[in-house]
């Protein structure tokens, strides 16, 4: 139910509830700590309240994260996608996963799919909106830096380019270790 795995089908729809939880849980920690060491000590000056003060500090990280999980749960990848790239891909063996949302200082990229086959990525948009050219040139700025070479990157907003792209893949071929180094790439880019 709590998919913490990026790239797993409906990993941006669990995500707000899993962070939301997490966050509450760690509050109520904090406020606990702060609260014994006022109830014990009969003031808020005492080590308890810089636990506690110090304790805020992933919480109010996990906010921020809570916040751009609401903001992205609307581009989970659809049920009727997610089936039709499911039963196309069933025998293949390549890094393909779901519901990506690749952040930029400028602007944000939903990503439905993504699968990385023989050199190439190949993405479906989640919004229509979202800048092809930009997108391509996000990603292939981080494959650079982070020293992956060889592969080209492809956006797409079409479902059927993408299943056909998808068909295209051999049966017989074999995920490289190349193909999984730029898939943990978009994986770690994505929220």
């Known amino acids: 139910m709590f998919s913490n795995q990026k790239g797993k089908y409906r990993y941006l729809k669990t995500q707000p ?17 702060f609260m014994i060491g006022f109830l014990t000590k ?21 906010i921020v994260s ?6 992205a749960e609307k581009y989970s990848c659809p049920e009727e996608i997610h089936n ?4 196309t891909s069933k025998d293949l063996n390549i890094c393909l996963g779901y519901d990506f949302y690749l952040t930029s200082y400028k602007t944000n990229f ?4 993504c699968f990385v086959y023989d050199g190439s990525m190949i993405l479906l948009s989640g919004d229509s909106k979202t800048d092809s ?38 049966k017989d071929y074999q995920k490289t270790e190349k193909d999984m180094t730029a898939y943990a790439l978009i994986k770690n880019l994505s929220l």
């Open 110 to 113: 939903p990503i439905y799919s």
């Open 133 to 170: 050219k930009e997108c391509k040139e996000h990603i292939e700025k981080y494959l650079a830096t982070n020293s992956i070479e060889g592969i080209r990157v492809y956006i797409l907003d079409n479902k059927n380019t993408f299943i056909d792209r998808l068909k295209g893949v051999s």
């Open 42 to 62: 009969g003031s808020s000056k005492n080590i308890f309240t810089v636990i506690a003060v110090l304790g805020m500090l992933p919480v109010a990280k996990l």
């Open 17 to 33: 509830l899993r962070i939301g939880l997490l966050t509450v849980g760690f509050l109520l920690i904090c406020a606990a700590v």
């Open 66 to 71: 809570f916040i751009m999980c609401i903001k």
């Open 84 to 87: 039709l790239i499911n039963d």
